[in-house]
């Protein structure tokens, strides 16, 4: 019997425990679903392999579609993850930079003015670096306000967010750039049999944590989240490392703009990163990190994105649209953050320790 | 102290007023000639944005708490295809617009009881509410509605009602004196406006606000309902926005979806221009009305030179609140100077 | 500290500079508007958007036609699909008192109000491309556009020609990716695709919103290939954008596009024939492609030269459109004994062409 509790107390204390049990309950829904429709109740779970015209042989199911969709998200829940933790707010820019990104690439390959192209005017790399650098630019501007002018996160990101998005549509001429290029699609298609932006995507978490994990920089962040004043007096530039959590969080807006342009070949700027701001905040909020900065858990992000995208095509599975999914979504996230409510914590705490007290008194 | 953090405010509002009149100055010296010196110009920004009046009212008491609310846009496209199924359905327009508004009290309510007694972050609440209310517009219908003078006679009269003034007409090319008009939405947001006004300056609950916004601590410790008062900013505002959203729909007429994309954050741009502080405790919804005159003469006057990109309007916003977001934390950098 | 807030001032004057240079930028363009417009016809022209590449084409065609050497000074305004911007516009267009306003609505609906304050200033109103339901029709003067039921017709009558040329008895399992819910194309194209269905036997497997979007379209097929699988033989986009996105997904899957459905491919049905269209046309991916013509440009000149003349002009007037296929099997389709060509394509004919 004893034990038994402290192997729950253990599972209590486990940080990943939230994104773990939804993507849980998200799968065993799937099950249920293709068990009373008659099909393999593991139908979800199947990885096939599948002869294309397009992309030769590659892998197919369930499983990779979601990691092959969810890669945007999880890559925007790496720098969000840190964001939030170093500075105690979200950077609500991401979506737009992430179409500024993706324009600017799109232009630099096309040609300015030009509306649909096969050949590339610049080099590939070009394209790339142009497009990544601008997210890299958006970063350190929100940084820069954040950091320096100690503007509440929330509000400093709130003008890229509104200004990302409409210099995308004049970088591209108010046109939709169309690059139909076997090269720059290959981002958003496949590498060998696998999707390129799931191979994108583990590069990105591989480095990033390796980096977090070989220096100090992840207990700087979380030590500055804490308490930036004390950090500072610590010996710790706060500053600096505020700035710089807001400058990865655009590179990896970049990043992830890039993929999504490729996916589509094209610069669509009034839809690409749309609401993916609010995906990545998900995820971190799924991932069991507090939106009150401080102590971080990459992984639980990374889990919680692929959680999201998870639930959204098990949404479209059941039949849900796509324009009505957000409700469901809309739930989800009033349960999850209502249950980590202190109010609600405590209410739960004092509950428990009353019924402790009277099993004692019996 | 106290003295200088009220010139410090009214400078702000000062500064929001004297740059809509250059900026409209501007546009009455380079459109004068095709008609940018007309009343009805200027009306007809009033017409066009009557709804988002409303909206950046309620939204300023929100921010006025230091919190945010995001949903005001996916409310108001939730308010117009409830307007718009409901008088399909035959239901009579002055009932629809009672359920609508109701409809945005229990919104306001459910927000207002997760951010006050729940203690969940405002824009988490606020973004799950705009989710709901888009997905819910929807699960509702996905077509494109239409409200025409068959559906509901009562209400496509309203929107066509034309409330003469009795100045500053001019006579058209057909040689008719033309009497500048306003709609009745410009009413409905313009009372508003005073009456939000007057509740703030005048009201124990609007001076409470300002005290939750400059300090949740001291405020509770004066004997304040943090939590009760911090719900009620949110009912409010939901509340304006479903009357924002009426006026809104008597502007189009038409609901879907897509409708009113982004206007939250034209509305939360408006109160940062004129003002409002995000971290609470000071604004004026004068200011905000100021500021989403602003907006509307940018767009004004991108509209009436018809060689500009459509997206300069947008960018143009978001430089002047990038001008206001800095000019404000320089003062409240010398605030806290003159604390410490 | 005075040193502090020193610097907190420059860092402030940064910001102010860009804003400036910003509001100077913008300025100065408007300066260029004004210059040249003495002696000009002056239009205003309200637009949707830019969503689509047919979209782009009709801004194209507008902005050569109504240039300032062809005597007309265009105030040409993105709506950004948003209804709110185009009434501002129609209003500032009355405001400045424009010679004639050209209007493609976003909505049906709630442009009574401003049609009728147009009406009253004596400016005439060319509404293009979708309709306007007002409750008085002589608010405007003219509306010119597609007949997207004619459109649709003309595909499915083809569509029927085809099968019958090869000789197919099996069951036709269509996919209908429709346009956005509610705008005429999508109206007219689906009510000429259902009753062709329910007159020839065809079954519709699934019929969804695609949007006119490349995305959507793709989303549509890839959920209509997990669940139909081999069954599909026939996709019905309602438009290039969507057929592209639809050709990507079947392509992704394994399946083959093309015209032999009796060994397996997919046959793709598209509207609007852009220029991305029609080259899918050329390579055979695209079995049949129904024009819709962007070309309101030389329409509205037209319509505006009779008004101008107080010539006599029709209350609505319908653009002429062709059909694209590569198939030289089928050269004409026949719709109330009315004789419509197949035109073949080929490169020639899609580099002469402007979109």
Request: proline share 2%; net charge neutral.
């Given at each position: 019997m ?5 192997f729950?107390?253990k599972?209590?204390a486990w940080p990943l425990?939230l994104?773990?049990v ?6 065993a829904v799937?099950i ?5 429709n008659?099909?393999?109740p593991?139908s ?11 992309n030769g042989?590659v892998?197919?199911?369930r499983?990779?579609?979601?990691l ?5 998200a999880?890559?925007?829940?790496i720098?969000m993850?840190l ?7 979200t950077?609500i ?10 324009s ?7 040609g300015?003015?030009?509306?649909s192209?096969?050949?590339l ?5 070009l394209?790339?670096l142009?497009g990544?650098?601008?997210g890299?630019l958006?970063?350190?501007f929100?940084g820069f306000?954040v ?6 996160p929330?509000?400093?990101?709130l ?10 549509l004049?970088?591209c ?5 169309y ?5 720059f ?6 590498m060998?049999?696998i999707?390129t932006p799931?191979i994108i995507t ?9 980096v977090l ?7 700087y962040?979380?030590?500055v ?5 004390a950090?500072r007096?610590a ?16 590179l ?24 993916m ?10 991932g069991?990190?507090?939106l009150?900065g ?5 992984a639980?992000?990374i889990?919680g994105?692929y959680?999201?995208?998870a639930?959204?095509t ?6 849900v649209s796509s ?5 469901y979504?809309?739930?989800?996230v009033?349960i999850?953050?209502?249950i980590?409510?202190?109010?609600v914590k405590?209410?739960?705490r004092?509950r428990?320790a ?9 | 102290m106290k ?6 405010n009214t400078?702000?509002?000062l500064i929001?007023?004297a740059l809509?009149v250059?900026?409209y100055a501007?546009?009455m ?8 010196s007309?009343l ?8 066009t944005?009557a709804?988002?009046i409303?909206?950046a009212?309620?939204l300023t008491?929100?921010?006025l ?9 996916a409310?108001?496209a ?15 327009a002055?009932p629809m617009?009672?359920i609508v508004?109701?409809i945005g009290l ?5 927000q ?12 988490i609440v606020t973004?799950?509410g705009?989710?709901f ?15 025409t003078?068959?559906i509901n006679?009562?209400?496509y ?6 409330i003469k003034?009795?100045f500053?007409g ?5 040689g008719?004196y033309?009497?500048p ?8 947001a ?6 939000i006004f007057?509740m703030?300056r005048?009201?124990?609950?609007g001076?409470s606000?300002?005290a ?8 509770a410790?004066m004997g ?13 505002s939901?509340?304006l926005t479903s009357i924002?959203a009426i006026?809104f729909c ?7 979806v ?11 741009s408006?109160?940062v221009i004129g003002?409002?502080?995000?971290t609470g405790?000071v604004?004026n ?7 989403v005159?602003?907006?509307g003469?940018?767009?004004?006057i991108?509209?009436?030179?018809g060689k500009?990109?459509?997206s ?8 002047l609140?990038?001008?206001f977001i800095v000019?404000q934390?320089?003062?409240?950098a ?7 | ?7 907190i001032i ?5 910001p102010?500079l ?8 913008c300025?100065?363009k408007e ?8 002696g000009?016809?002056t239009?205003g ?8 590449d ?7 065609s507008?902005?050569?036609s109504l240039?300032t050497?062809?005597g ?11 209804q709110?911007n185009?009434l501002l ?5 009355i405001?400045?008192?424009v ?6 609505p976003?909505t049906?609906?709630?442009w ?16 293009i491309?979708?309709?306007?339901d007002t ?5 405007y003067?003219?509306?010119a556009?597609s007949?997207f039921?004619?459109?649709?017709r003309r595909?499915?009558r ?8 090869i ?10 990716i429709?346009?956005t819910t509610?705008?005429s ?5 689906t009510?000429?695709?259902k ?16 949007d006119?979007v490349q995305a ?6 890839e959920?209509?290939l997990e669940e139909?699988?081999?069954?599909i033989n026939v996709?019905?986009c309602?438009?290039?954008s ?14 083959r596009?093309?015209s032999d ?6 046959m793709?049905?598209s509207?609007d024939?852009t ?6 046309t050329?390579?055979?991916k ?18 505006i030269?009779k008004?101008?003349?107080?010539s ?7 653009m002429?459109?062709s059909?694209?296929s590569?198939?030289?099997d ?13 035109t073949?394509?080929?490169r020639e004919l ?6």
């Amino acid at each position: 019997m004893a034990k038994e509790k402290t192997f729950f107390d253990k599972l209590k204390a486990w940080p990943l425990l939230l994104p773990v049990v939804a993507l849980i309950l998200v799968m065993a829904v799937n099950i249920i679903y293709d068990a009373a429709n008659g099909n393999n109740p593991f139908s979800f779970f199947t990885i096939t392999l599948q002869n294309t015209t397009a992309n030769g042989t590659v892998l197919y199911g369930r499983i990779i579609d979601i990691l092959n969709r969810g890669s945007e998200a999880a890559i925007l829940a790496i720098g969000m993850t840190l964001v939030v933790s170093s500075s105690a707010g979200t950077d609500i820019s991401v979506g737009s930079v992430m179409s500024l990104a993706a324009s600017v690439c799109c232009v630099t390959l096309a040609g300015y003015g030009v509306s649909s192209t096969t050949e590339l005017a610049h080099p590939l790399a070009l394209g790339l670096l142009a497009g990544v650098a601008v997210g890299c630019l958006c970063g350190a501007f929100n940084g820069f306000l954040v950091a320096h002018l100690k503007i509440q996160p929330m509000v400093a990101t709130l003008i890229l967010f509104t200004a990302a998005r409409s210099i995308g549509l004049l970088v591209c001429n108010d046109l939709i750039v169309y690059v139909r290029n076997p090269q720059f699609g290959f981002f958003g298609s496949f590498m060998g049999p696998i999707p390129t932006p799931i191979i994108i995507t583990a590069i990105c978490v591989a480095v990033t944590a390796l980096v977090l994990s070989k220096t100090a920089l992840g207990t700087y962040i979380q030590s500055v989240g804490i308490n930036a004043k004390a950090s500072r007096i610590a010996g710790l530039n706060s500053k600096t490392i505020i700035f710089m959590t807001y400058l990865l969080c655009g590179l990896f807006a970049g990043i992830a703009g890039i993929i999504n342009g490729s996916r589509i070949t094209s610069a669509d700027s009034n839809n690409i990163g749309l609401y993916m701001e609010l995906d990545a905040i998900l995820a971190v909020a799924l991932g069991g990190n507090s939106l009150g900065g401080g102590k971080f858990n990459l992984a639980g992000s990374i889990i919680g994105a692929y959680t999201i995208q998870a639930i959204t095509t098990t949404l479209y599975a059941l039949g849900v649209s796509s324009a009505q999914a957000p409700v469901y979504k809309a739930v989800i996230v009033i349960i999850i953050v209502a249950i980590q409510a202190p109010p609600v914590k405590a209410y739960f705490r004092k509950r428990s320790a009353a019924k402790a007290a009277l099993a004692k008194e019996v | 102290m106290k003295k200088l953090k009220i010139n410090g405010n009214t400078l702000l509002l000062l500064i929001t007023i004297a740059l809509f009149v250059v900026m409209y100055a501007g546009g009455m010296a380079a459109y004068g000639a095709k008609g940018f010196s007309r009343l009805q110009t200027f009306l007809d920004i009033l017409k066009t944005n009557a709804g988002l009046i409303c909206m950046a009212s309620g939204l300023t008491v929100v921010m006025l708490t230091a919190g945010i609310d995001i949903s005001v846009g996916a409310l108001v496209a939730m308010d117009c295809m409830i307007l718009a199924c409901g008088m399909e359905a035959g239901i009579g327009a002055v009932p629809m617009m009672i359920i609508v508004i109701v409809i945005g009290l229990i919104f306001g309510a459910v927000q207002g009881f997760l951010v006050g007694y729940l203690e969940i972050q405002p824009f988490i609440v606020t973004m799950a509410g705009m989710f709901f209310a888009r997905g819910m517009t929807a699960v509702i219908s996905t077509d494109q509605k239409s409200i025409t003078e068959q559906i509901n006679p009562l209400f496509y009269k309203l929107a066509n009602i034309k409330i003469k003034l009795p100045f500053g007409g001019y006579v058209n090319r057909k040689g008719v004196y033309m009497a500048p008009n306003i709609s009745v939405g410009v009413v409905i947001a313009l009372l508003v406006l005073v009456l939000i006004f007057l509740m703030l300056r005048y009201t124990k609950f609007g001076r409470s606000l300002y005290a939750i916004g400059g300090s949740e601590q001291s405020a509770a410790m004066m004997g304040l309902n943090v939590k009760f008062t911090k719900m009620k900013a949110y009912i409010l505002s939901s509340l304006l926005t479903s009357i924002g959203a009426i006026c809104f729909c008597l502007n189009t007429m038409a609901a879907s979806v897509q409708q009113a994309l982004g206007y939250e954050m034209d509305a939360i741009s408006s109160a940062v221009i004129g003002g409002t502080l995000l971290t609470g405790g000071v604004g004026n919804v004068i200011g905000t009305f100021f500021g989403v005159l602003i907006n509307g003469t940018i767009s004004a006057i991108v509209k009436t030179n018809g060689k500009l990109a459509s997206s300069w309007p947008s960018i143009l916003t978001a430089a002047l609140l990038f001008l206001f977001i800095v000019i404000q934390s320089i003062f409240a950098a010398i605030r806290e100077k003159q604390k410490g | 500290m005075t040193h502090r807030i020193g610097s907190i001032i420059f860092k402030a004057l940064v910001p102010a500079l860009i804003t400036g240079l910003a509001l100077c930028g913008c300025k100065t363009k408007e300066e260029d508007g004004t210059a040249a417009s003495e002696g000009l016809v002056t239009v205003g022209f309200s637009q949707i958007g830019a969503e689509s590449d047919w979209r782009i084409a009709s801004s194209d065609s507008m902005q050569t036609s109504l240039s300032t050497t062809y005597g007309y000074n265009l105030i040409y305004d993105d709506g950004q699909q948003k209804q709110e911007n185009q009434l501002l516009a129609m209003r500032e267009f009355i405001d400045q008192s424009v010679d004639y306003i050209i209007l493609d609505p976003i909505t049906e609906t709630g442009w009574d109000a401003t049609l009728r304050e147009a009406y009253d200033e004596g400016i005439p109103v060319i509404i293009i491309d979708r309709r306007v339901d007002t409750l008085d029709d002589s608010v405007y003067t003219v509306w010119a556009g597609s007949d997207f039921l004619l459109e649709g017709r003309r595909a499915c009558r083809w569509l029927k020609e085809y099968l019958e040329h090869i000789s197919f008895d099996d069951d036709v399992n269509i996919i209908h990716i429709s346009g956005t819910t509610g705008s005429s194309a999508q109206i007219g194209r689906t009510k000429a695709l259902k009753s062709a269905a329910k007159k020839f036997g065809w079954n519709i497997l699934m019929s969804e919103d695609g949007d006119f979007v490349q995305a959507k379209g793709r989303e549509i097929m890839e959920k209509a290939l997990e669940e139909y699988g081999d069954k599909i033989n026939v996709v019905y986009c309602e438009n290039d954008s969507e057929a592209i996105g639809a050709i990507e997904a079947i392509e992704q899957s394994g399946r083959r596009v093309g015209s032999d459905i009796k060994s397996g491919e997919i046959m793709i049905l598209s509207f609007d024939a852009t220029r991305q269209g029609l080259l899918l046309t050329l390579n055979g991916k695209i079995s049949v492609n129904t024009e819709c013509n962007p070309e309101y440009g030389p329409v509205c000149v037209d319509i505006i030269g009779k008004l101008k003349n107080a010539s006599r002009v029709e209350h609505e007037i319908y653009m002429e459109e062709s059909q694209f296929s590569a198939i030289e099997d089928i050269t004409e389709v026949e719709i109330d004994g009315e004789i419509y060509p197949v035109t073949m394509v080929d490169r020639e004919l899609i580099d002469s062409r402007n979109y």
